[in-house]
C-alpha cells in the first residue's frame, strides 16, 4: 500500500491530510511495532495491513456526528449542535489505541480520552500521545465498569467509542454510562450484525439509548465489511448500571 495508497483510501472516504499529520501516523505505527515486540498490543504489524485494518478502519466514523434526515417520527433530526471543536469523545478498551488516536489525530481540535484496563497499554498511549505532540488527550488506567460509575466521567462524554470484541448487549452497558444526553455511542463492528442489534435492543433501551443509523461499508482496496452501529442517549442511564466488574461480559442484559 504505501503512503500515497493510504492518501488514496483517505480520499474515497473524504479526508484530506497534513505533511504532519501523515508523519504521525507513520511515527505511531513505528511506536505500535516496537513495543509490540515486548507486549501483545496487536496481531497485525505488516505497514500496510495496519494503515488499512487500524487507521483507516478508525476513521471512517466522521465528527461530528451527522443523523440521518427523517427520524422515525418523520421529522427532521439534529445533532444537538455538536460543533468538532467541542466534541469531548472517549474511547472505552482502546487497546492499543484503536479508534481513539487515528481519530485525534485526523480530528486534532477533538478532546479525547483513551480507556484501558491493562496499565502497560496506558504506558504505550501516553509514550504516543508525547512522541506525537498531541494535546486535548489523556488516558485512563481503569475497567470500563468502574470508570462509568466514577461522577468525573459518567455522562460527562459527547461521543464514546469501542472497537473492543464484544456483543453489542455488553458493549452497550460499558459505553452508554459515559455519553451525555444527546451524545452518541458508536460501535464498530464487523459487517453482519442484523441478529446482534435484535438481541441487544432491550439493553441499549433499559441504558436509555436508540439506535438512529447503521452504517455499513467496505474498508477501500479490501472485501472487509464493516458495520458503524450509531446509538443515541435519549434518557439518563439508570444509576445501577454498568453492573459490578464482569457481569457485562458475562451475563449481557
Avoid at 47 to 56: A, T
Avoid at 163 to 177: D, F, G, I, K
Avoid at 190 to 207: C, R, V, W
Amino acid at each position: 500500500m504505501g503512503r500515497e495508497t493510504f492518501i488514496n483510501n483517505l480520499s474515497s472516504i473524504g479526508i484530506e491530510l497534513t505533511n504532519e499529520q501523515l508523519d504521525q501516523f507513520d511515527k505511531y505505527y513505528e511506536l505500535l511495532v516496537e513495543w509490540n515486540k515486548v507486549m501483545n498490543l496487536t496481531g497485525i504489524t505488516n505497514y500496510d495491513e495496519v494503515l488499512l485494518k487500524h487507521y483507516v478502519d478508525s476513521v471512517v466514523l466522521k465528527l461530528p456526528i451527522e443523523e440521518q434526515k427523517n427520524s422515525d417520527e418523520g421529522q427532521e433530526s439534529n445533532n444537538d449542535g455538536m460543533k468538532s471543536a467541542h466534541i469531548k469523545l472517549i474511547d472505552v478498551g482502546t487497546g492499543a489505541g484503536f479508534p481513539g488516536l487515528p481519530l485525534k489525530i485526523v480530528n486534532p481540535s477533538i478532546e479525547v480520552v483513551l480507556l484501558d484496563s491493562l496499565n502497560k497499554r496506558i504506558n504505550f498511549l501516553n509514550e504516543v500521545i508525547s512522541s506525537l505532540c498531541l494535546k486535548n488527550i489523556t488516558t485512563i488506567h481503569s475497567r470500563a465498569e468502574d470508570g462509568g460509575r466514577n461522577k468525573l466521567y459518567r455522562e460527562k462524554f459527547d461521543v464514546s467509542v469501542s472497537r473492543a470484541v464484544a456483543n453489542l448487549s455488553t458493549l452497550a452497558e460499558y459505553n452508554m454510562p459515559f455519553v451525555k444526553i444527546g451524545g452518541y455511542f458508536v460501535a464498530f463492528k464487523s459487517g453482519d450484525i442484523e441478529e446482534e442489534l435484535k438481541q441487544s435492543s432491550n439493553a441499549i433501551n433499559i441504558l436509555g439509548g436508540k439506535v438512529v443509523k447503521v452504517d455499513k461499508f467496505t474498508l477501500p482496496d479490501s472485501d472487509i465489511d464493516r458495520s458503524l452501529v450509531y446509538i443515541k442517549k435519549i434518557k439518563t442511564t439508570p444509576m445501577k448500571y454498568p453492573r459490578k466488574a464482569g457481569l457485562p461480559g458475562k451475563e449481557p442484559l
